[in-house]
């Protein structure tokens, strides 16, 4: 597929934070990626508002370890405290996601070209991502490769279903929903021998309003052309 894109994301500690222990000083990771932390770091490696990143499935490599460490996060009122935090440790995950056109911008109409949209997804990945690539948390660094999703050895092969209870599958954003509002989406996911397999953010029935939002402003003004940007990568190099 001229949209798809298949890669490896692999780091020494991970922090996707179960929002319940968010704000309690004491951050927990779930135990695997939420769609949105893979869907973030598919942006990393290549976004632009033209297109809406959809993942499709990611495959544990490694087997699911925590690790807790005592962290001094700077609080809101000023100052220091002491809190644990418990990462995922030794992570690597294999994907596969693709783009869509988003049809919520019909200003960035003009850059609607697909080939060179993935040709550039594809130079990005070869070059470890146009980002810096994160791992749920800023200190928690990530780093991505090409692959062929199901290809090598994981922990979980042939491991049958693992019930993940109830986590955050992501969040709507105006300029994905056509609506002036932010809203958290909820799932519960299963991993079966390994391999989650995500339903788009539009199948996601369960969902909960968060906030009033105005989706931000993109045109030809301030953003530039797949055409224009493929043009001055192969030109300059990089």
Partial sequence: MRNAIEFEVYGNYALFTDPLTKMGGEKLSYQVPTYQAIKGIVESIYWKPTLLMVVDEIRVMNAIRMESKGIRPIEYGGGNTLANY???????YQVRAHFIFNPYRPDMAFDRNE??????????????????????ARECQ?????????EGEGFYDNYGEIHLGTMVHGINYPDETGKNEMEVRIWNPVMKDGVIQFPRPD?????R??????????????????????????EGGN
Avoid: W
């Fill in 115 to 136: 080939n060179k949209h993935h040709n550039i997804l594809i130079r990005s990945l070869k070059a470890g991502g146009r980002r810096d690539i994160f791992l749920g």
């Fill in 209 to 234: 309003k968060v906030r009033e939002m105005e989706p931000k402003q993109f045109n030809s003004t301030n953003v530039e052309s797949a055409e224009d940007l493929s043009r001055r990568i192969v």
């Fill in 142 to 150: 990530g780093y991505v490769e090409p692959c062929v999703f199901g």
């Fill in 203 to 207: 199948q996601c029935t369960q969902t």
């Fill in 86 to 92: 418990t990462y995922l440790k030794d992570v690597r």
